[in-house]
């Protein structure tokens, strides 16, 4: 599986957008990019997937750059409720299951 | 979508015992992965259990150390054998579906 380069932590102030970055410059073609979190001593929860094109759901929006070698995973209003270790993971062909996790980014959310 | 739960939620054992984590899934799905996380880590596949044949196991686990089994598409139990601190984790188990992958809340062993 491809890898994905993640910061270790971010910050961000409630109510503000949070835009979490992840590089995955050796993303072959038919790579899916998946985004997961895991809030504190829970598993981890599905947030959205995408291949080529932008992709918004009632959680986020997924920002995919042309060349697909980098995205962003955009919380259009942090809560307190989204601090978590946000993982980007590249899964083959978009049929999960065998989800590799890298490190992921931390997110910390302050009032 | 899938909920899954898993049982003990935590467990204290000994060295040199077993413990047995169970997993069921109100739905039924072909395959159930099992991961594991240590402490302050990110999580890793132990191995995946597909019913009706053998689990396949990721590099760095084995059979002997990390049963497996899988009676029905609803159900699997993981075994993590000859307790050793080092084994000290959360054990989660988790399935797909559609193009969601679910998680169980995990298991939390503690290994004296």
């Known amino acids: 599986d491809a890898k994905t380069t993640q910061p270790n932590s971010m910050e961000s102030n409630e109510e503000e957008p949070v835009h979490l970055p992840c590089n995955h410059s050796?993303?072959?073609?038919?790579?899916?990019i998946h985004w997961y979190r895991q809030l504190p001593s829970q598993g981890p929860e599905y947030v959205i997937h995408g291949l080529t094109s932008n992709v918004n759901n009632r959680m986020a929006s997924l920002a995919i750059a042309e060349d697909r070698k980098s995205s962003t995973l955009i919380l259009h209003r942090a809560t307190l409720r989204d601090a978590a270790v946000y993982y980007c993971i590249l899964n083959y062909g978009g049929s999960q299951g065998n989800l590799i996790f890298g490190k992921g980014t931390k997110l910390s959310v302050k009032p | 979508s899938a909920v899954i739960s898993q049982k003990p939620s935590r467990d204290i054992c000994q060295r040199g015992t077993s413990l047995t984590i169970q997993c069921q899934v109100d739905?039924?799905?072909?395959?159930m992965f099992w991961y594991r996380q240590q402490p302050g880590q990110s999580l890793t596949l132990i191995a995946t259990a597909n019913q009706g044949s053998e689990a396949t196991y990721e590099s760095g686990f084995v059979i002997d150390k990390f049963p497996i089994s899988r009676p029905n598409l609803t159900f699997s139990t993981l075994t993590v054998s000859n307790l050793s601190p080092e084994d000290s984790s959360i054990y989660l188990c988790?399935?797909?579906?559609?193009?969601?992958?679910?998680f169980g809340p995990g298991t939390r062993l503690t290994v004296t």
């Open positions: 739905s039924q799905v072909t395959m």
């Open positions: 050796t993303i072959s073609g038919t790579d899916y």
């Open positions: 988790s399935v797909t579906e559609r193009d969601e992958q679910y």
